[in-house]
């Protein structure tokens, strides 16, 4: 992956070929052949896309809001905008009143807040592309100033809110890159680009096993540099206009490269477009489809080696297996896990500002992290932070767990934390606390993907009656040694459970490269069915961060090979017969649909064993409808061939709806209202069903099995207590009888 510091060193170069092409010349235009100028193109980011929800809040005088975005390598901005939207208190002064805007550190301009802002405004900031760099950091800093004799800068009335169309534009033209595999992933992802990758797969002839395989392990590697954007990979035969990942053969290949020549091996290569060099292609060959998936190894997991426009890969071992939740996203289990783990640049554990914003930490678990009867998940946290003059003032520091409030701490004149102990904060015990402490998080508030959120609030300084005294300019540090500790929790989550595979590409991911995972792919395959199970493979890669290397594809069900796996099933109108029987909660042939419906439909939020309760999945009725509009749906049950294993069906009634199901896996709106057996997707509508038989994977220890499973059975524990209770009583008077017995007989008549 290209650096920043790499970046940084390549866009002079990158700007002067750009300047080139623009004024009429181009390497390609030497050679004798016509090169038209890129267009020029808009690009446009929301607030939400720049990591806000719909609104921005700035609250109190000097408070800012600040917006982060990148340019890719393979552009060059010739312009950029900031439409800005807001609206501002009626209580501040109009002539002192303004908002300033920032283009990394450089003031590009200001609005003043008026009478006709108060209510809505619009206005359009021009921002100097020379400032641009391959990370920016937009801020909005709000300069407020209240119509009275005495106020405080933290005044409530002070406020201003961005609205929800609020925009960044960018106009860019593309840039000629080198043809130079020591800069992947890019131009084919950037990792300064926040917008989802779309990255165009191009197969030409019958599809084979090896060869889907090839370009499922390159749409995971390509998923896992994309992470949190989501990556899509439509499937064509001919070369498009865009970056595209290329797989062919010596004997199937596009009909635009018939006259490439030959390799003698597993190859990878970058060439650009003949009349349009800031279009490239990844060219992965071989002499036949094995090579193909030798080379895509060596993209995955060789990609630092990797240099020049040609690269011939040699050999590809593994030397050790993946082991289980050895995920490179996951935060492991078996040690406590520094917050400097959890970042990537150690600033942005610190933040500064009148009213500062958050601390954010986000984090992966494994979903099946059982935490039933848990106190909780030990937190040691330590900070320090500018002092306030006075103890008892109100500053505090809060801390949130996925947006739940959990603990607050009273910020004293120390400016530290103080020494961590051994004392067990309660669940949700809310006082004050002066010193650090060894913190739990309620378990109950924790999934596999999570965000920890630590908030400085410093109160104002009150002086007089009326006046107040603005301290210094404050900061706050988060130590990079404070420790997350998911030590001792094991793995046992009841199945099936679509909540964990919607989020984490659960059970597939328990393996990182998908070892234990076989991908069923019924004949004929079609190019949505491709699409979906290479945004599978780019899913599976983003959640584990790490390539799909040891996934089986098969073609029917063959028993012999999902032994020991778990299996991936994607068709339309698929073939069950080998597995269909009156249990299976839902069945798709076509426009005919059959739906098994629970005794109760209950969403269970974060429930740690995953569970809907013993009697609420039991099935009470049945529906069969025929219907001829769009239907998907994602079912979740037991192997056959191995009980400990699940299948995972991804089906539509026609090729086409694959498209809904994949866009509603790709939509964080609604991956939240997944869970289950069955999740259904009707054009925009998504439903989950509690359905059929569930079933445990994982170990516990022998004392925690029992209780846990007869704990959501109190009568029949109800009745073994008693029994037990009853035994007890019985060995007990014998005992005691005989005591008396030998007692009176030694005493004689």
């Not at 439509?234 to 596009?254: F, G, I, K």
């Not at 949700?428 to 309620?442: A, F, V, Y």
């Not at 301290?471 to 404070?482: G, H, I, L, T």
């Not at 019924?522 to 979906?532: C, D, G, R």
Request: proline content about 7%; aromatic content about 8%; charged content about 20%.
């Amino acid at each position: 992956m290209t650096t920043k510091r790499q970046s940084a060193y390549l866009r002079p170069l990158q700007t002067l070929a750009a300047l080139l092409v623009l004024s009429g010349f181009s390497p390609a235009q030497a050679q004798g052949v016509d090169v038209e100028q890129p267009p020029l193109e808009e690009s446009r980011y929301s607030l939400q896309d720049l990591g806000y929800g719909r609104s921005a809040k700035l609250r109190g005088s000097e408070s800012s809001v600040s917006l982060n975005f990148g340019s890719r390598l393979d552009e060059l901005v010739e312009a950029a905008e900031l439409h800005l939207n807001y609206s501002a208190s009626p209580a501040l002064m109009a002539k002192l009143s303004h908002l300033k805007v920032y283009l990394n550190g450089e003031l590009m301009g200001v609005t003043a807040i008026d009478d006709e802002s108060r209510l809505q405004r619009n206005t359009v900031i021009p921002l100097q592309p020379r400032y641009l760099s391959d990370f920016n950091q937009l801020r909005v800093e709000l300069i407020g100033h209240l119509d009275k004799d005495c106020w405080s800068p933290d005044d409530v009335s002070i406020w201003s809110e961005l609205g929800a169309s609020t925009e960044l534009r960018l106009f860019s033209r593309a840039l000629p890159l080198a043809n130079d595999l020591a800069l992947l992933p890019a131009p084919f992802f950037d990792g300064n680009d926040y917008r989802p990758l779309e990255l165009p797969v191009v197969m030409s002839g019958e599809n084979s096993l090896e060869r889907l395989r090839a370009a499922g392990i390159g749409a995971s590697w390509f998923g896992a540099q994309a992470a949190w954007r989501g990556a899509s990979f439509p499937v064509t035969d001919t070369l498009p206009e865009q970056h595209a990942l290329v797989l062919m053969t010596n004997s199937q290949r596009p009909e635009a490269l018939q006259d490439y020549p030959p390799v003698e091996g597993p190859t990878l290569e970058v060439m650009a477009l003949p009349d349009r060099p800031e279009v490239k292609y990844l060219l992965v060959q071989g002499r036949d489809d094995a090579d193909l998936v030798e080379a895509m190894k060596g993209l995955a997991i060789g990609s630092a080696l990797l240099s020049g426009s040609v690269a011939e890969i040699r050999n590809v071992k593994q030397l050790k297996p993946r082991k289980p939740y050895d995920a490179p996203n996951w935060l492991p289990t078996d040690r406590p896990v520094r917050f400097g783990e959890l970042v990537n640049d150690p600033s942005q554990l610190q933040v500064s500002g009148r009213t500062p914003a958050p601390v954010s930490l986000s984090f992966q678990l494994p979903p099946d992290l059982f935490t039933w009867r848990s106190r909780g998940i030990p937190v040691d946290l330590q900070y320090h932070y500018s002092p306030p003059i006075e103890d008892d003032n109100g500053s505090q520091l809060s801390m949130l767990v996925n947006g739940q409030f959990v603990e607050a701490y009273h910020l004293t004149r120390s400016g530290v934390s103080g020494e961590l102990n051994s004392l067990r904060v309660p669940l949700l015990d809310d006082s004050l606390l002066g010193n650090s402490q060894l913190l739990r998080i309620p378990a109950f508030k924790v999934g596999s993907r999570n965000q920890l959120l630590f908030e400085f609030d410093f109160a104002g300084i009150a002086n007089g009656e009326c006046k107040s005294i603005p301290p210094a300019r404050r900061y706050a540090v988060v130590d990079a040694d404070s420790t997350l500790d998911f030590t001792g929790f094991p793995h046992y989550i009841e199945m099936p459970n679509l909540r964990a595979f919607s989020n984490a590409a659960y059970p597939f991911t328990r393996m990182a490269d998908l070892s234990e995972t076989a991908v069923l792919l019924p004949q004929p395959q079609n190019a949505q069915v491709v699409e979906t199970y290479l945004q599978m493979m780019g899913f599976a890669g983003s959640s584990a961060g790490y390539p799909a290397l040891g996934v089986s594809l098969l073609s029917d069900w063959d028993k012999s090979q999902l032994q020991d796996k778990d299996v991936l099933l994607i068709a339309a109108n698929p073939s069950l017969d080998d597995i269909a029987d009156d249990e299976l909660p839902l069945l798709i042939k076509e426009a005919n649909r059959s739906l098994l419906q629970p005794r109760s439909n209950r969403r269970i939020e974060f429930a740690p064993e995953g569970g809907s309760g013993p009697d609420l999945a039991k099935s009470v009725s049945q529906v069969q409808v025929r219907a001829n509009g769009p239907f998907s749906a994602m079912v979740g049950m037991r192997s056959p061939f191995d009980r400990d294993r699940s299948v995972v069906s991804l089906l539509a009634s026609a090729p086409g709806d694959f498209a809904d199901l994949r866009d509603s896996l790709a939509d964080s709106g609604k991956v939240p209202f997944m869970y289950g057996t069955v999740v259904t997707v009707r054009g925009e509508q998504v439903a989950s069903f509690n359905v059929g038989d569930k079933y445990f994977v994982g170990k516990l220890r022998v004392w925690d099995l029992i209780w846990f499973h007869f704990s959501r059975h109190p009568v029949i524990l109800g009745l073994i207590s008693a029994v037990i209770c009853l035994m007890l009583a019985v060995v007990l008077w014998r005992i005691l009888s005989g005591v008396a017995r030998r007692r009176l007989y030694r005493e004689g008549p």
